[in-house]
């Protein structure tokens, strides 16, 4: 297949220098505004292995745009942080304090991490992050219910530590109502995910939340929302036979670039290759098609501006300070 991807046509990062208390996140570059207010752009940016792997054309706007759609999906279950979308890659969201604790769903025993269940339970373990899963699971098996797996959020590089609700409340992380809240808000918007998903022929696998609180200690879902880097989801056509047959269901394929980096280098101790320019092409054409699988819409790449950047710019010149 010929790709027509245009591969110098990326946002790599979003640094400006007009807009005030700048936060650059692994994927997103982030401003504190004056009112409140943050701004969050996504970047083409692949992270994984601590690290930033490649950019990828189209990955922001597919991104920013598989939240909005979710977002506006779902705010009737949670108050969301969104305040407007100024630009295709930007949301601006109110700014919250982010509860200490990410808040994973999961409706399958699946995943490859060491904080997986799946992982978890092939060693033997049955009892995690609070709950008793039944013996005999295989490997990718819906769950009898969607669990919730928090983790602590490691702020400032560290790594994620499973925990319970018991511990996250004698820790003082977050309060009993305050997880009371949360649990039960998470359940509810991984339960619309997943019944909307499935709809357009997919299973929505896992996911991850981050909540925080505003000025007046109300609970909003901020940070993104059931988009490919936060979530995993499967084909529900090629779910049964591979479930049968013990090989792991059909995905969206986003992690191409990964597994060929694992394949070649240990990326946490060994510089990592160069990636291939018809792979980052690849992965750009499943992220967009992953947005059209999930919202049933046409991608519509948004070829404004000189560069990506100029476009950007443009678009938040208001908001600048300086
Ligand atoms: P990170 O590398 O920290 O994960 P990201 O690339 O995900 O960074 O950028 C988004 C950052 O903004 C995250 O640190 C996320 O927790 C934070 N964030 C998301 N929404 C809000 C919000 N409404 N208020 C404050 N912080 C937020
Ligand atoms: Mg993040």
């Known amino acids: 297949m010929t790709s027509t991807i245009d591969l110098t046509r990326t946002l790599p990062h979003a640094r400006i220098a007009e807009l005030p208390n700048p936060y650059f996140g692994k994927v997103r570059d982030c401003y504190d505004l004056p009112d409140g207010t943050r701004l969050l752009i996504s970047s083409d940016r692949i992270s994984a292995f601590d690290q930033i792997l490649a950019v990828i054309p189209w990955k922001g706007q597919v991104l920013t745009q598989l939240a909005r759609y979710w977002f506006d999906h779902t705010a009737d279950i949670c108050a969301n942080h969104v305040v407007s979308y100024p630009d295709p890659n930007v949301v601006l969201g109110r700014r919250v304090d982010i509860l200490p604790v990410e808040i994973v769903v999961r409706g399958y025993l699946a995943g490859t991490t060491s904080t997986s269940i799946l992982t978890q339970y092939r060693k033997g373990a049955r009892h995690m992050y609070g709950h008793q ?82 000025a007046d200690g109300r609970i909003l879902l901020a940070d993104e929302i059931h988009t490919p880097d936060s979530s995993r989801y499967w084909i529900a056509s090629g779910y049964e036979a591979a479930f049968r047959d013990g090989t792991r269901p059909p995905s969206f394929d986003k992690d191409v670039i990964r597994a060929w980096v694992a394949a070649r280098c240990d990326p946490y101790t060994q510089p990592v290759p160069e990636i291939p320019a018809e792979m980052i092409a690849k992965t750009a054409e499943v992220y967009i098609s992953a947005f059209e699988a999930i919202t049933g819409e046409v991608f519509v790449p948004d070829t404004s501006g000189a560069t990506p950047l100029d476009r950007v710019r443009q678009n938040l010149s208001g908001f600048f300070v300086a």
Do not use: C
């Open 133 to 214: 899963l039944p013996e005999g699971l295989r490997d990718n098996e819906k769950l009898p219910h969607a669990i919730i797996t928090p983790t602590s959020k490691a702020f400032d590089g560290g790594h994620d530590e499973p925990l319970t609700a018991t511990e996250i409340i004698a820790q003082g992380l977050l309060t009993q109502a305050q997880w009371d809240e949360v649990s039960a808000k998470a359940l509810a918007l991984f339960a619309r995910g997943a019944a909307m998903a499935a709809d357009r022929g997919l299973i929505l696998v896992d996911t991850k939340y981050e909540f925080g609180t505003d």
